[in-house]
């Protein structure tokens, strides 16, 4: 596995005031890029990840049990920083295509950073929930019901496509060992998961009708694709654990990873059958409303020995060093998804604990997204340094 999984923050010495060309310069931003030129030369699809840590903060907090003045303004900012990043993010690649096709090609055939093809289509999606529940405060439902299927359907084509496209590279091009499962190996395949939790969210909206049934039913089958990848993969990644222990400090936070699919599964359950009821009725309800708890809970229960677990690596791993890089987007995502799942229990069985338990992870949630957006600022905008061209990139 890569040391340097993902361009990670290294350690210069201090910037001369001296720019390139001999000249005293008072630059204050992007101070260790040579040129401006390298802002796009090595962008790679893991960036994508910070819109998704930063959208699920809004988006988490929109259904949070705990409601109080300010939250929905506030989840409203952090939802608009989100659609400005994908807007900003996108507008990027887009020139990195052009300007550095030959590097952007070569993506795909790394065996680490092509798995993170499955950030972009989970960003789209978290956008476009956020847009749904939090932007119509704004645009109006209509526009943002406009804007959300948009997005929504964007997001599952390309999910749908990382999920084949990527294992299948896997398969057939990557060079892998036993040692090479990691955190990241899930990332394309969570997608069409995200996908069937936040197409849920537009089932009231769909035509009644096969219309309506066609996407339930869609959105449970890429349910169990998700579910039944992830869980294979989970299982990879215990092996190398058990193993070959921990391996390269930087991969390290995409432990975190492993709670992405769980709380993302347990999210989908609960918002498919509270909505199931929409598309079907009788006993098909009412069992599609009781999977949500009866698959919820036991997962959780994974969910919580997991986080421990990774808990006591990370923790282990920073007395010894943790670089920064864009793996600590890891420590976002994932536990915004035990939120919602966690809000989706306690909707459905009325258990305070569960209130108790998705308060307590939301704001677990925020103080990791202050830490890592605060680094992430610092070593993009001020520094420049998480745009420089890796020190190596073998696997």
Not at 10 to 19: G, I, M
Not at 164 to 186: C, E, I, M, N
Not at 332 to 343: E, R
């Given at each position: ?219 449970y089958a890429m349910f169990g694709l998700s579910l039944l990848a992830s869980i294979i993969i ?119 604990v569960f209130d108790a338990m998705a308060v307590a992870g939301y704001t677990l949630l925020v ?29």
């Amino acid at each position: 596995m890569g040391t340097l999984l993902l361009t990670a923050d290294k350690h210069h010495p201090a910037p001369s005031a001296q720019t390139p060309g001999g000249r005293t310069g008072g630059r204050r931003v992007l101070r260790r890029l040579e040129k401006p030129s390298e802002l796009f030369a090595n962008l790679t699809p893991n960036w994508f990840a910070s819109i998704m840590g930063t959208g699920i903060v809004a988006t988490a907090a929109a259904t949070l049990p705990l409601q109080f003045p300010g939250l929905r303004t506030g989840a409203t900012v952090v939802w608009a920083l989100a659609s400005m990043l994908l807007i900003l993010l996108t507008t990027a690649t887009a020139v990195h295509w052009i300007r550095h096709r030959e590097t952007a090609q070569s993506h795909h055939s790394h065996p680490v950073i092509a798995h993170f093809y499955g950030a972009p289509p989970m960003a789209l999606l978290t956008v476009g929930a956020g847009t749904l529940l939090l932007g119509k405060d704004v645009l109006g439902e209509q526009l943002a019901l406009g804007i959300d299927t948009v997005l929504w359907v964007a997001g599952t084509v390309l999910g749908l496509a990382s999920a084949v496209a990527v294992p299948y590279l896997q398969f057939t091009r990557h060079q892998v060992t036993q040692d090479s499962a990691f955190g990241g190996w899930l990332m394309p395949v969570v997608p069409p998961m995200v996908s069937a939790s936040t197409g849920a969210l537009l089932l009231p909206y769909v035509p009644a009708g096969q219309a309506r049934l066609s996407l339930l039913m869609g959105c449970y089958a890429m349910f169990g694709l998700s579910l039944l990848a992830s869980i294979i993969i989970t299982t990879l990644i215990w092996n190398r654990l058990a193993g070959h222990k921990i391996g390269a400090a930087a991969a390290v936070p995409t432990l975190w990873i492993v709670l992405g699919p769980l709380g993302q599964s347990i999210t989908a359950a609960n918002l498919l059958g509270g909505n199931a009821h929409l598309a079907v009725s009788g006993t098909l309800a009412q069992a599609m409303e009781a999977l949500g708890v009866l698959y919820g809970v036991p997962v959780l229960g994974f969910a919580l020995m997991w986080a421990a677990l990774a808990t006591a690596i990370t923790i282990r791993t920073a007395r010894r060093g943790l670089p920064f890089s864009l793996t600590w987007w890891s420590f976002t995502f994932p536990i915004g998804t035990c939120v919602t799942g966690l809000t989706g229990l306690a909707a459905h069985t009325h258990l305070a604990v569960f209130d108790a338990m998705a308060v307590a992870g939301y704001t677990l949630l925020v103080a990791a997204w202050i830490i890592v957006a605060a680094r992430t600022f610092h070593g993009s905008i001020l520094q420049g340094t998480l745009f420089q061209k890796p020190a190596t990139t073998a696997p």
